[in-house]
């Protein structure tokens, strides 16, 4: 063998011996989630659920295998964010934060590590908490601003969307304020895909991502109708409904900001009680008696207008509505001027899906 011919063999020999050192070296890291299972409440909310150390590797770095940890997301799984810090010793950390789903169940999350994966089990079991004690449950309260901000967004677009419609176009079951706050609400829940978007005229937009109506806990019982801080039982026991009417809507589904309009922002409502029974209080225009309390929109990008439904006016369906903030606040009978001073005048609620720390 001539001497070029013996370098040559011991090269491939060193490359050899080289290669099953680093391939020992590869076999020899494993990536660790502590816990090795998971198990989070069913709350919708985003938590802290594991925590993984990755180990110092002997890789050298030309080798070019990538050392990050991502979420295998050709494979359904519980939504995922990792945080990165570093220990005392200069280790990598990195906090896996999970998205709750709102029902009960089991999941699996699918991590990616240097072309290996790493399966967790997650499950998440029903809970019944409520934060704030006002009979809606944390499951059904929007966690996020984006998911906040795109119910706003649906849900002013669609009372205005039905307020465009010709009186003959209007949907029938929307026949008096209520029951706008009632079909609005619960479209700005829906998932806004294709086959929704074709039988209705809204625009597209964000929709939520915390859960999609009707999968939820509570099903298509979207209101509380009772007094009390939410319990278990309350989910089959006829605490929550699909109708409620304007009272109700106000008393135990929705909250108080103040009695000051300028706190109001789109997507929230202003309520009425006329007491006056010698004469129409149902809204401005009617004129035959339906419920004392009455509930208008808060609609614009800064609030500048209201959409509400009138209820019936002289025997018939009634009609929606789209006034002027500045015109309300100067209207000629001064029971609906949305002013402190106006006993009449209950004040700017807000959904308690939206509650976030007032």
Known sequence: MTRRGKWQAYAALALGAMGVCIAGIWRSERLNTEPHQVTLPADGAEHVAFRIRLPA??????LGLDGAVTQDTATPGPALR???????SGHTILDGLLQSTVTPGHSQLHLLWRHRSL???VTFVFDSSDSYGDGTPDFLRLHTAQDRQAFRNWFTAIAEAQAEQPPAKLLTEIDDCAALLRFAYREALHAHDEAWLAGHSSESLSSIRQYVYPQTPLGANLFRVRPGPFLTGDIDNGSFAQFADARTLMQHNTYLVGRDLRQARPGDLIFYRQLDQDSPYDVPGATQYHSPYHSMIVCGEKGSWVVYHTGPIHHGKGEMRRLLVADLLHHPDARWRPLEENANFLGVY?????REGE
């Open 82 to 88: 990792l945080l990165e810090s570093k220990d005392p």
């Open 119 to 121: 399966s967790v089990p």
């Open 57 to 62: 590797s002997l890789l050298p770095s030309w």
């Open 350 to 354: 807000r959904w308690n899906i939206l």
